[in-house]
């Protein structure tokens, strides 16, 4: 699976839009993005998931750039519950079915 | 709520001694996968079991074993406990089909510390 790199940490305001980045500059033509996030204390959650063309569900929306070489997932309007740690992945979709995290973002929502 | 139990949910135990973590959850799925959090790190891949079998498995020694039931629970085991096994376990189950894509549902995980 392709390497990620995501800043380590990132504060965003309530009620704003929080834009997490990631780039996966060596992604394979088969492997998707996908991203979770982990809560204190909770195991990860599954967030979101795309090939090359962008993706929105009631959770979030996910960018990914034309070259695939990185990727945007957007919380549109930041709650205090959104404060977590989050993580992007890319794998190949079918083979297998490890998850292999990297650091992730810890992302800080603030009144 | 993702559906996945684990127990226990904290867990102490010294060092040598052996230790079962277990995982259930409701029916639908046919695999599990057991993932190993130390703290402030990211969780990392123990192995994964499709249909009662070991099919994968991480950087982990034989100590890790695991199991997986018909009734779709699952047993993590560790042999001869080391420090650096403390940590949160987590377990995550999905569906498992060839050439579909299904996202994993983690438990909340059992934190063990070994002393």
């Known amino acids: 699976d392709a390497k990620t790199t995501q800043p380590p940490s990132m504060d965003c305001a309530e009620g704003r839009a929080a834009n997490l980045p990631c780039n996966h500059s060596?992604?394979?033509?088969?492997?998707?993005v996908y991203w979770y996030r982990q809560i204190h204390s909770q195991g990860p959650q599954y967030i979101i998931h795309?090939?090359?063309n962008n993706e929105t569900n009631e959770m979030a929306s996910l960018i990914i750039t034309e070259d695939r070489k990185s990727s945007t997932l957007i919380l549109p309007h930041a709650t205090l519950r959104d404060t977590a740690v989050y993580y992007c992945?890319?794998?190949?979709?079918?083979?297998?079915?490890?998850?292999?995290f990297g650091g992730g973002t810890r992302l800080m929502v603030k009144p | 709520e993702t559906g996945v139990t684990q127990s226990p949910t904290h867990l102490i135990k010294t060092r040598g001694q052996q230790v079962t973590l277990r995982c259930s959850s409701q029916?639908?799925?046919?695999?599990v996968s057991w993932y190993q959090q130390a703290l402030g790190q990211g969780p990392q891949f123990i192995f994964q079991?499709?249909?009662?079998?070991?099919?994968g498995r991480g950087n982990f020694p034989p100590r890790f074993s695991g199991l997986q039931f018909p009734n779709y629970s699952s047993e993590l085991n560790v042999n001869a406990l080391e420090l650096d096994d403390s940590a949160l376990y987590l377990c995550?189950?999905?569906?498992?089909?060839?050439?579909?894509?299904?996202?994993?549902?983690f438990g909340p995980g059992t934190r063990l510390t070994v002393t």
């Open positions: 079991y499709y249909r009662e079998e070991e099919n």
């Open positions: 060596t992604i394979s033509g088969n492997e998707y």
């Open positions: 795309g090939l090359k």
């Open positions: 992945i890319v794998r190949v979709d079918n083979a297998g079915n490890m998850l292999t």
């Open positions: 029916s639908g799925h046919n695999t």
């Open positions: 995550a189950i999905h569906i498992h089909e060839t050439g579909l894509s299904y996202e994993q549902y």
